[in-house]
C-alpha cells in the first residue's frame, strides 16, 4: 500500500495536483497510525522567529502541573508528524506542542486535524515577505493555520498583519498579547539583563511577573504568548511563572 501511495507522490505535477496530494497523504497517515490527534489538546506554534522557544516554554508549563507534554519542533513532513504524534499518543499525553515553519503549513501539514491553541509568535521586527511558492506567500501559508477554526487563537495585537489572522474565527475566543492597551494579556513593563529578560503582564485583572534565561526584547513577547496560551489552557499564573524560569536553552 505504502508503494503505491509513493508512486502517487513521485507522478504528482506541482500543478492543482499538488494540494489534493497533500491532503491525501494527511488522511492517509492519520488512519495508518490510528487518528492519534483525535486524543490529543494541540498546541501549533508558527512565526518567523521564536516558535520553537515558545513551544519549550508551555512544555515546562505543563508539566509543572505533572501532566504529560510531548513537544515536535519543526516537522518536514505529514509522515513525520504522524509517527511523532503516534509515539506520544501511545505514552498517554493529553498534550502536544508542536512548532511549525511556515511553509509546512502550506503543504497542509495539519489538514483534517483538531487544533486546539493555534499561536503566531511574529513581532514587527520580524516580519517576513518570503514566498513558499509561486501562488502562497509565508502571511497565507500561516493564515491556513487559522483558519481551521481552533479552539484558541493567540495573535500579537501589534503584528502588522493582525488584522488578516484575527479575521479568521475561533470555537471559544481570540486572544491577543502586546504591549497595546487593547491586548487582552497586556505588557506593562520589561527589563534586558545579559543573561535573561524579565516582565510584567495583566490578565484580566491580575499582574505578574515573568523571567527567563532568554535575553532580548523579542523575549518578551515569546513569553507572553506562551502565558497567553498557557491561560486558556486553564493554567494558572504560578504554573504558567514556574514553567517559564524552567526553560534552560543551553540545557536543550
Avoid: C
Avoid at 501562488?135 to 487563537?153: Q, T, W
Avoid at 490578565?203 to 532580548?216: K, N, Q, V, W
Amino acid at each position: 500500500m505504502l508503494y503505491y501511495f509513493h508512486m502517487a507522490k513521485k507522478n504528482a505535477t506541482k500543478s492543482g495536483l499538488k494540494p489534493k496530494l497533500q491532503k491525501a497523504k494527511a488522511k492517509f497517515f492519520a488512519t495508518y497510525y490510528s487518528n492519534p490527534a483525535k486524543d490529543l489538546k494541540i498546541i501549533a506554534i508558527t512565526g518567523e522567529k521564536g516558535r520553537d522557544i515558545v513551544a519549550h516554554y508551555l512544555q515546562e508549563i505543563i508539566k509543572t502541573r505533572d501532566q504529560k507534554v510531548g513537544l515536535i519542533i519543526d516537522p518536514q513532513s505529514t509522515s513525520e508528524l504522524y509517527k511523532q504524534l503516534y509515539q506520544i499518543w501511545r505514552s498517554g499525553t493529553d498534550y502536544v506542542v508542536i512548532a511549525t515553519q511556515a511553509h509546512a503549513i502550506a503543504n497542509h501539514l495539519f489538514y483534517g486535524m483538531p487544533i486546539f491553541a493555534a499561536v503566531l509568535t511574529d513581532t514587527p521586527a520580524e516580519q517576513s515577505n518570503s514566498v513558499m511558492d509561486a501562488e502562497m506567500s509565508a502571511v497565507d501559508a500561516k493564515a491556513i493555520l487559522f483558519n481551521k477554526e481552533p479552539v484558541y487563537s493567540i495573535l500579537n495585537r501589534e503584528d502588522p498583519n493582525y488584522e488578516i489572522f484575527a479575521k479568521f474565527p475561533a470555537k471559544t475566543a481570540t486572544l491577543t498579547y502586546g504591549h497595546n492597551r487593547e491586548a487582552d494579556m497586556q505588557i506593562n513593563r520589561s527589563k534586558v539583563y545579559k543573561m535573561g529578560t524579565e516582565a510584567n503582564v495583566s490578565y484580566h485583572g491580575e499582574s505578574y511577573d515573568m523571567a527567563t534565561y532568554i535575553t532580548g526584547e523579542e523575549a518578551v513577547n515569546y513569553m507572553a504568548a506562551a502565558a497567553l496560551a498557557a491561560s486558556a489552557l486553564g493554567f494558572n499564573s504560578d504554573f504558567i511563572v514556574d514553567g517559564i524560569s524552567n526553560y534552560e536553552p543551553q540545557a536543550q
